[in-house]
């Protein structure tokens, strides 16, 4: 048997297609995702998608063809990623997995991953919001990302993410639907969506209002404004990371919002080398991962 793992070029991506979940395959274009296979007998049997940030590398998705299973291939290809990574200036490696039942939850915690959280996922759509959209206005502090001068933006969302440059890139966040409640001339809850893949997705909600009421005016003004841009079938979610969020996926929840469990594994222990080194290295490097494997 003749088995190969490891990095597989743009121009070859075309054979692992039919592996690959329709909601990534645009994605292979952009720089930041990176796609491994597994080939046996000059036949492509497997595929990992792995999505690169500066300091972070998730697992999007790994595949392997069914009659191939329980032969050590989907072990292979996250072991081909973590070698790469470890090459790169990467510190952590995790995956989210929003079914607890998928047999990759075994796998995930032979190689050593652990569960590091365990969230509650809402889905609903824009339209099944039009009751929140059309509550009764009491409050005028809520205002838009758009509005929002950038010194009291930056303010807040350094408090939240640290000085991490993408979380606090205002560019990355819908500025209609992105809201934030003004108290004493501060932010005091921001609440920041995004469109991607079809999909408004709530990327963060943090409230310290002393308002109990200030998660149903954001988002009442946010899915007023959502009504405006988007198709009433378009599909919201949201992630409840913290108790400071309940009030929100309450209401999500009063309106039909569907819920399932999401899980976070980690590999505890994973932590790099940092030098430097970008995707177009990801080839050469490969050569390595294969002599070591």
């Known amino acids: 048997m003749n088995r190969k793992t490891g990095f597989i070029r743009p121009e070859q991506h075309n054979f692992f297609m039919s592996f690959i979940p329709d909601h990534l395959q645009a994605h292979l274009a952009e720089e930041s995702y990176l796609l491994l296979g597994a080939v046996e007998n000059?036949?492509?049997?497997?595929?990992?998608?792995?999505?690169?940030?500066?300091?972070?590398?998730?697992?999007?998705?790994v595949y392997v063809l069914p009659e191939h299973r329980r032969q050590g291939i989907a072990t292979s290809l996250i072991s081909a990623a973590i070698r790469m990574l470890r090459r790169s200036n990467v510190q952590e490696l995790y995956t989210v997995i929003c079914d607890p039942e998928e047999p990759v939850t075994a796998l995930l915690s032979?190689?050593?991953?652990?569960?590091?959280?365990?969230?509650?996922?809402?889905?609903?759509?824009?339209?099944?919001?039009?009751?929140?959209?059309?509550?009764?206005?009491?409050?005028?502090?809520?205002v838009s990302l758009e509005a929002l001068p950038n010194n009291q933006f930056l303010v807040m969302a350094r408090d939240i993410f640290g000085e991490n440059p993408q979380a606090v890139d205002r560019k990355l966040y819908d500025p209609d639907l992105s809201r934030a409640y003004m108290e004493n001339g501060l932010v005091s809850s921001l609440l920041l969506m995004r469109y991607t893949d079809g999909a408004l997705t709530i990327s963060w909600f943090e409230d310290r209002s002393s308002n109990q009421m200030v998660p149903m005016y954001l988002l009442r003004d946010a899915c007023a404004e959502a009504l405006k841009k988007y198709a009433p079938e378009t599909p919201i979610e949201f992630t409840c990371l913290a108790d400071s969020s309940a009030k929100l996926s309450e209401a999500l929840l009063g309106e039909g919002a569907e819920k399932r469990t999401m899980e976070v594994y980690e590999l505890p222990s994973f932590r790099f080398r940092l030098f430097d080194l970008g995707p177009a290295a990801w080839e050469a490097e490969d050569q390595k991962t294969a002599e070591d494997m």
Do not use: F, W
């Not at 339209?127 to 206005?137: D, E, F, P």
């Open 110 to 142: 032979r190689i050593g991953m652990e569960q590091t959280e365990c969230n509650s996922v809402y889905s609903t759509t824009v339209g099944h919001l039009s009751s929140v959209a059309a509550l009764k206005r009491q409050e005028e502090k809520s």
């Open 42 to 61: 000059d036949t492509p049997v497997g595929a990992l998608v792995l999505k690169a940030d500066d300091l972070s590398a998730r697992i999007c998705s």
